[in-house]
């Protein structure tokens, strides 16, 4: 009898906790909530204007971004060796009624592009005060882009990719503000 007791009790407790626990749409509703009142701007990014440069293994890696203006930001990234200049990329930041939006192109040096069709499009999916994180909606090699504003003159850019033998791959560089 005592244990007829005890498991109704359990039951009578667990399904408590079952009522009382927030359904995942409640969950996503109030996760909506939370992104929608912390949604980013384009003017969050406008630290990034700017030169810097960073080391990708024995290679330099560069970049220059303009400040926000009307809507967009540009940037300018070079990889380069001690001999050669290894990829040139150009990307912008744009601010839709869907949230900011990163495009970018890789090209050879005679400016010819590596994408067959279209610039990478990555969409910004969350953001805190120091890190930006960008998604790709496409299943391509880029999965996503993070960026994490360290301090001033510091940021982390981490991107994880499929490498040509479709295996992932993650590149990160620390980018220092050229002064």
Known sequence: MAYSQLARKLHIL???VFLAWPSPAVLRAQEATVSASHRAALADFSWLAGRWEGKLGPMTAEQDWMAPKNGTMQGFFRL???EKTIVIEL???RETPEGIV???RHFSTELKPWEEK???HLNL???DATSFRFDNPVVNQLKDAILT???ADTYVSHGDITDAD???KAIEVTYHRVK
């Open 80 to 82: 380069t060796d001690a």
């Open 91 to 93: 990307f912008t930041l």
């Open 166 to 168: 479709g295996k992932p």
């Open 14 to 16: 667990s399904l408590s």
């Open 118 to 120: 279209e610039a990478y």
């Open 149 to 151: 504003h360290a301090d």
């Open 125 to 127: 999916t969350k953001s």
């Open 102 to 104: 990163m495009y970018f």
